[in-house]
């Protein structure tokens, strides 16, 4: 049945470029200016930093490839729960709906905000205070609410919010790899292997790539524009592609940046709280205190590309569900004015919100890494059930290296998560928990909903 709005469906109107930079903005973001610090401090090792963000970033590569076959075959709003839609039925495509409302997007979008904000007073007010707290929490609120309003206003205006900040966050992050490099005021010894004399517990190691993937969560953001991409089973595979396979090599440029400008010795004795902005730190070291103070705030400045596409692509997840009768029928209406799904951007935002006051970031951090690698892992396992059950679907891209590329992201993924619990075991719990309290709710939701919308 027709949705009781002027406009119906949402328009075809984003090419390869705001597609690309949709998952290049959703990957760099807050994760690759924090995470680093935690796991240097954990492992006590630079190089197994390194390595386990070249880990990650090969699971990632190896998770666009399979997503970017269902994204080719279904371009539709919503992306990945279409996905679990037509690979699992419908109670686990709402299971999913549930996980990316709360974990998915409120989660990251409250970290982004959090970590935007404190980049930007980081130069300005002393660590560890309680005004640290209260301004960046405050700050990181007035980010989501004036974003939300922009893409409230439109594809238009999204879309250039969407390719300024992200050009401007590539800038700002290669002004560091590039300036950090050429001015020599870091070691190149402390490139050199630093593997650590006794076993790292595989729970630290777990724990370590949960951070590190979810700062390469993102590389399946473009499958949630599916249904406002043209060309979309020609763009989307390329834009998935294209965006992941540069931000695994920018970050594993960052990365080395980091090490040459900040010994592991000295990241080791720092608190968590303190070694939370190491981009921060490692801009101080390398360019002094005069520049690392406008570099931290334009860091911050960039970084409200991955909060602006986190708001822009989750709404599409709920506006699909909201037409398949599995979400509050409002969150699949368009605003007769500007075609955007209003509704379903205020009520993620609000969540994040609340989420924003709800914990540190560290256990925030922890929260939504586990339910994201919980949730990709039966994304990623969608392409051998659909290849079983729906052998006659067209498929204009393959993922190639089947069955070895999807099998490497699963096996991985599960070993990290096994590990994560046993390292990090509240918080995980606390993730999973959000995940099962689901199935209760679906099933009061199909007792209670109308069948039709």
């Known amino acids: 049945m027709p949705m009781d709005t002027a406009r119906d469906d949402l328009s075809r109107a984003y090419g390869l470029s705001t597609t690309t930079y949709v998952v290049i903005a959703s990957m760099v973001g807050v994760g690759i200016l924090t995470t680093s610090g935690y796991v240097i401090k954990d492992t006590g090792s630079h190089t197994l930093m390194l390595l386990l963000w070249l880990v990650g970033g090969l699971l990632a590569l190896c998770g666009a490839l399979s997503v970017a076959e269902l994204a080719a075959a279904m371009p539709e709003a919503g992306g990945e729960y279409v996905f679990m839609r037509e690979a699992y039925g419908r109670p686990w495509a709402f299971l ?52 939300t309003y922009i893409h409230t206003r439109g594809q238009a205006p999204a879309s250039r919010v969407q390719s300024i900040t992200t050009i401007l966050k590539l800038v700002v ?131 409200l590309a991955t909060l602006s596409a986190f708001i822009f692509t989750g709404p599409r997840v709920y506006f699909a569900m909201a037409r398949d009768g599995l979400f509050p029928r409002a969150a699949g209406r368009l605003n007769p004015k500007t075609g955007t799904p209003t509704v379903a951007i205020f009520v993620q935002s609000a969540c994040a919100l609340v989420l924003l006051v709800s914990g540190t970031f560290h256990n925030i951090l922890t929260y939504a890494g586990i339910g994201l690698s919980i949730s990709s892992f039966f994304v990623v396992l969608a392409i051998f059930v659909l290849r079983l059950r729906r052998p006659e679907m067209p498929r204009p891209f393959r993922a190639p290296g089947y069955p070895l590329v999807p099998l490497l992201f699963l096996a991985c993924t599960l070993w990290m998560i096994v590990f994560a619990f046993q390292s990090q075991p509240r918080w995980s719990w606390i993730s ?22």
Request: glycine fraction near 10%.
């Open 173 to 303: 992050l290669l002004a560091i790899v590039v300036g950090g490099l050429a001015l020599r005021r870091g070691r190149f010894e402390h490139l050199t292997p630093d593997l650590p004399a006794a076993d790292v517990p595989w729970q630290v190691l777990g724990i370590s790539l949960v951070y590190i993937m979810f700062s390469y969560s993102g590389w399946n953001a473009a499958t949630y524009l599916g249904g406002e991409v043209k060309s979309a089973t020609r763009i989307l595979p390329r834009a998935l592609v294209f965006g992941c396979g540069a931000v695994v090599v920018l970050y594993l440029l960052l990365n080395a940046v980091y090490v040459y400008a900040l010994s592991t010795e000295a990241v080791a004795a720092m608190s968590y709280g303190q070694v939370e902005p190491i981009a921060a730190l490692a801009a101080e070291k390398l360019f002094g205190p005069w520049v690392a103070a406008p570099l931290s705030a334009a860091i911050g400045a960039g970084l």
């Open 96 to 147: 999913y709906g549930w996980v990316s409302f709360f974990i998915g997007f409120a989660a990251p979008i409250a970290i982004v905000a959090h970590g935007a904000a404190r980049y930007l007073i980081e130069p300005w007010v002393d660590a560890g205070t309680d005004v640290v707290t209260l301004l960046t929490r405050g700050l990181a609120a007035t980010f989501i609410l004036l974003l």
């Open 432 to 453: 999973l928990g959000t995940i099962v309290t689901g199935i209760p709710v679906y099933l009061l939701w199909q007792a209670v909903a109308p069948r039709h919308i």
